[in-house]
DNA sequence: ATGAAAGCGCTAACAC
DNA sequence: GTGTTAGCGCTTTCAT
């Protein structure tokens, strides 16, 4: 039997209370008691029950996720995949709320945090004052922050939850320069904003690979498409204009069809080497028709876990699995799809 | 609040007791009865609080997981993962072992099993029948058992957990074919047992992607290394001599290092496209090296906790939700290989 | 066939 | 500072 709060305050000659109120750090203990409870703790191997414990507290916990209003499709795969996760989260006394926020008017996020009392936010944001300043006041009032997808490392966040965006670039790098196969030329780089923290390192990673690794290939400069299809495609087609032809295109934001689309219109589709990201509908389809070489994918469904596994630990103070929160960068080509989701329970 | 027991009994007009038997299905309640609680329960929207019925049941979930006593560097790390899964584990009331057993003999893993009372086991082992006939006698003792790494799908697990290996067959051929970027050749195989069912889908899908796509690649009959360096190395040898230079390597199995020492020796090294399975201390340096281009990975982390997780849902009677235990194919580049894994408690 | 009451391991008032 | 006691939501004797 594993030994309980009962076995410690026997060992220690103390009670219950006191063996809690160390357990918890709780003021109103002698430094002597102290050490004693620890000592029998140490003694028998005591490992606490969180189970009873929260059990007890009768803690709730109450979570938000703020996200852009947008409506791309990743966007909308990852509301779906919070809200999954968030189902199997309320057997663990967690309940996870979405806010939406105009992307061009961020202080509508702010305000959305105004007088909620919570213990735990995700907040996919641009890297802007006001969101740096929501974050650190959140903090001051004891509430565990994470960022989600787009980090803000200037910001008092207690942790990321997405992938390393440099090393995706770098990863979208090396597949397109192996893909292209030596065959020299230009290449052009989509961004939704060269003002958003995961485009920035993404393009870093991408640039650095092809000048280490790809001296034929030439990258041309980021052209700003707002993960938008029709802002996407007529940037692409002026830069066309001005470049000429291009080997390759990298899509590091969302918008993608505005690629296809594009270079479909001008005869090109399957003669260039097209990296995007993101697994949603349409870049499936475009990958098994051939008109998108690979796409760098992050799992929503991991995304929406980390984060409320992230923040019940930092509420907890528990130490998290570095390994298991790791998001994991996937190389997606039309051989290794997996197969569509299927949204209901399990057989 | 969310309802509880006391809810339903005082709504349905019974005592606690009568709400749990109908909860739990046991016997000695009218029909009549039954119906009222259960009508009770739809009506008041009760969710079971799990963690509170664990506590009072004292519950002790008993888990194994059975692995061949090789100490390949796969191996040894899905051991290390599944200890620090099972640590995480303890404060959740379930106890995991380890049990080895040597690959040859089977036999000894059947004894390993006798007169244990356990509600999971999580096995790595060969199709045989020995190992099919044990799983069975485990599923009809009430043992919730899932297969590990290797499917057995003629077996009567509950479920498998690993990687789908006609995928990862069929990624490695991607790779493999466009790597090549067109140039015309031969590719050797290594598996590690023809009789190996992962090796038998790695291989299938393997084929399928060369014929599919590429050609001009001619897939040589597959050679077996036993994962083992010194038999991969001589069997590759005796291929090469037989069959002349080839443009690549598939190592479906472990011991690659086998496989770069050959190449090396021969004067081939960076010559020979390689990829390999596995992300392990030497593919690592490989991948760095330029010894290998390219290593299909699969978390053992992910491996260790889906299973767990998976038993534990068995157990418990609850689905599972199916995005979280698709283990991934990960495509490991020299570009995008994650820092090394520290095994200290986070900072 | 049903109910009352005593826990499971832990927390939180409220005493002393 | 420390101890007593009454729960948290659920299960489980033991009566009835």
Redesign the pocket.
Known sequence: ??P???DIAREAG?????V??V??ARP???E??IRAVNDAIARIGYV??VA??N????RVYRFVFALPDAGSQFLLALRAAIDEAAQGMISERSEVRIVTYPLRDPHVLVEAFAGRNLDGAAIMAPETPEVRDLILRLKEKGVAVATLVSDQPHAARDHFVGIDNLAAGRTAGVLMGRFLGGRPGKVAVVVSSILARDMVDRRLGFDAVLAERFPELEPLASIEGHDDAEQTARVLRACLAENGPVAGVYVAAAGTRGVTATLEAMGLAGRVTVIAHDLTPHTRLALESGAIDAVIAQDVGHLARSALRVLRARVDGRDILPAQERIRIEIMLRENLPPVADSGPSP
């Open positions: 039997m594993r309980t709060v009962n103390v009670s219950l209370a006191t809690d109120r357990l918890n109103g203990v002698r002597k008691t606490r029950d009873a414990a059990l007890a507290r009768q």
